[in-house]
């Protein structure tokens, strides 16, 4: 799945997956310079990785939500209810 060579291309290297691509288009009125560079996705998998590994870790460290303090003053103790027998 590439751009394929043409009779306009003045660079074409294809191997396996990858392919370079250089060349020029023309018509009567203009004149179109064309470059592709293509790439399988996999390549970039190795770049991928890193930063979501660091992301799932990041996660687990963090606590859940944020710590929570009693503003003003202390709270009433609160006695045991007597038993009844």
């Given at each position: 799945m590439g751009y394929g060579s043409s009779r306009n291309d003045r660079i074409y290297f294809g191997l396996g997956d990858f392919e370079l691509v250089?060349?020029?288009?023309?018509?009567?009125?203009?004149?179109?310079?064309?470059?592709?560079?293509?790439?399988?996705?996999?390549?970039?998998?190795?770049?991928?990785?890193?930063p979501i590994l660091w992301w799932r870790n990041r996660k687990k460290s963090r606590g859940c939500g944020f710590p929570i303090e009693a503003a003003g003053a202390p709270a009433a103790e609160v006695k045991p209810a007597a038993e009844s027998v």
């Open positions: 250089d060349g020029v288009w023309q018509q009567p009125d203009r004149r179109v310079h064309y470059r592709a560079l293509t790439v399988p996705l996999w390549v970039f998998l190795p770049f991928a990785l890193p």
